[in-house]
Every structure is written in C-alpha cells, then in structure tokens.
C-alpha cells in the first residue's frame, strides 16, 4: 500500500498556534520532510531514526521545524527527509529542484511511508510544500493539506486590530511586485515578504495618508511589533509582515 503525504501548516511562529490535528499528523507520520533554504545545501538528504539528528545545521535553518520540535518534542526521533528548497527567482531551475525533491519523496511513498512535509503558516499560501503536492497527487499518490494558523490573521492579533469590517475587501499581496498597484486597491493591504522593500513600501504609504503596522517574526522569540511607519526600520527580515488600511 502506497504512503501519504501532508503538507502541515505549522502557523506562523507561536508553537500554542499549532493545531491538534497538526500534532496528531506528526506524531503518526513515518518521516518529516524538512525545507531547507541556502546555497551550501542542494539536493534530498535522509535521515534515519535516532536519538538525535545528524544533520542539526539543516534543522536550525528550517523556522517550521523550531515550532513543531516546541509542541511535539518526541519529533527529534523521527526519521527525517531534507529537502532544497533555495530562495530564488529563476524558474527553470527550480523546477528542476522541486522535481527532485518530489521524486524523493515519492520513493518513500512507493515503500508504503507516510510523509509529513511541514511548511509556515498555512500551506495554501505562498508555501513551497504546493511544489511538491501538486506533483505528488499527479504521480497518483494520496496527498492532504493540514490547515495552519496564517501569519496575517497571528499578526492581526499581536496588534489587537482588525483585519476586515463590514463590506471592506482583504487583498494579500507579496510586495516585491507591483507595489504601487497594489497599495491602489480597495480596503485591507496585508503586505508579505517585505523585508527587502521596507524603503518603498514606507515612501508609499506615507504619500498615500495611509495607515501601516508591522509584525517582525510574529510568534517567534525574536518578535518585534512595529505601529506606524516611522518606526518601522528600513532593514527587516524576510519573515515581516505589513497590514496597510486607509485611515479613518
């Protein structure tokens, strides 16, 4: 009998966010699949279970693995499945990539293994565990979504705001692209992976009259919260968040 394979949302950063059916998946899957981003490590890497991991360096890169090893300690055990899963833009080679990493996974789905692949927030967005899904369930084999807290509506909360009333529309943009279209649209901005566009982003909004909040590493131990644009610095990391509505 073939495995399955999940894709986990973990949430964004706060271990107490991860949902029961989240740990009741982990628990019972045969191998966590842990994306790993940065230029040293390409290729899949397995790793069999154990009392501790021997690829410790990999684990630290991976902010999904943090949350869970948190909430479901008995995780470290588990076996493991490293994944490349680099930040970049050029599509052709990282269809290559994703493709080796799915036929890697694929190989212990054949032997009858079941695989949880844990991704931030939630795996409907913006999460490279879709890659791989996608050509999973082409190859035939049986995949499932595990719902995760998302970061916007986590970062909503750290503010004590609203995302949304009444009639207002809610656009979720990533905002190295089309910054200025975006920002012209109709109600709630929720601004993703912004660190890099900080500058612009604040240039914009103050010419605008608009209102803007910030959520750096939101759950995480290095959380920082950010209300107005003057205090949000130029330089942030690549896990910031920006919620912009027009002021009332």
Request: proline fraction near 5%; charge should be negative.
């Amino acid at each position: 009998m073939k495995g399955r394979f999940y894709v986990v949302g973990t949430g964004p950063g706060d271990p107490e966010l991860l949902t029961i059916k989240a740990v009741r998946i982990l628990r019972e899957s045969d191998i966590i699949a842990i994306p790993v981003s940065g230029a040293d490590f390409s290729g899949t890497y397995y790793e069999e279970e154990k009392e501790t991991a021997v690829r410790e360096e990999l684990l630290e890169r991976c902010a999904a693995w943090k949350i869970v090893r948190q909430a479901v300690p008995e995780l470290e055990k588990k076996a493991k499945l490293y994944l490349s899963m680099p930040m970049m833009k050029q599509k052709d080679i990282l269809r290559n990539i994703h493709d080796e990493d799915a036929k890697a996974a694929a190989g212990w789905l054949e032997k009858g293994k079941t695989i949880a692949f844990i991704t931030l927030g939630d795996p409907s967005v913006y999460s490279t565990g879709m890659y791989l899904h996608h050509r999973i369930k082409e190859w035939g084999f049986d995949t499932v979504m595990v719902p995760g807290v998302p970061s916007f509506c986590a970062a909503a909360a750290r503010l004590d705001m609203e995302i949304a009333k009444n009639r207002e529309e809610i656009h979720i943009i990533p905002a190295s692209y089309g910054l200025k279209e975006s920002l012209s649209l109709p109600g709630t901005k929720i601004l993703m992976k912004a660190g890099k566009k900080l500058p612009d982003v604040k240039e914009e909004v103050r010419s605008r009259g608009m209102e803007i909040c910030m959520v750096e590493h939101c759950g995480m131990e290095q959380e920082r919260i950010y209300r107005s644009a003057e205090g949000i610095p130029d330089e942030a990391s690549y896990y910031s968040l920006l919620i912009v509505k027009e002021e009332e």
